[in-house]
């Protein structure tokens, strides 16, 4: 019996991201899983070596690159100005969904996944629903993500369920490091 490999996604000629915002902690429909053993743990330490695996687990089949090509120091920087809060599942990491505030106030979703054996229980609706609650609980003036065709099929339809608004769309030849 043969094991069935994922097959290599194509990479379009043409990167498509469009940019969503929420104004108010009203605008979050929120949807959190009732389901048992699922927790969410914030980091409590910078360790880069751990957020490239859960970064990699996470992204690598929608071709995340960014994080992979920065320095440890650079990527430890960015780390310490942001909070990374990992989706356990029974114990098992499931997803992360990081936080960045921003100087004016405002909170980014900077990077938001699961990992693919999570996919389909509504895991994704709970981690966002987490992340998003969590940057208005702390303050924020506005929350606000980006998302492109790269990302997974269901990321900018969760992400409007939840409340987001788009913003505007950028449309640019596709960057050699997503190749």
Known sequence: ?????????STPDRLVTTH???????QL???F????????????????EFYRALYRSVGEQWNWRDRLLMSDEELAEALAKAEVNVLYVDGEI???VELADQHDGSTEVAYFGLREAFFGRGL?????SYGVKK???????????????LDGPQALKNYM?????????????MPDRYK
């Open 1 to 9: 019996m043969y094991a069935l490999q994922p097959q290599p996604r």
């Open 94 to 96: 499931a997803g992360y």
């Open 135 to 149: 940057a208005w609980d702390k303050g924020a003036n506005r929350v606000w993500v980006h998302t492109c065709n």
């Open 33 to 48: 899983a009732e389901t048992p053993g699922v927790e969410v743990r914030v980091l409590t330490s910078v360790d880069v």
């Open 29 to 31: 429909r929120a949807s």
């Open 124 to 128: 994704g609706k709970h981690l966002l």
């Open 161 to 173: 369920a939840r409340g987001f608004e788009v913003v505007h769309v950028d449309e640019e030849p």
């Open 20 to 26: 969503l915002e929420m104004k108010s902690p009203q």
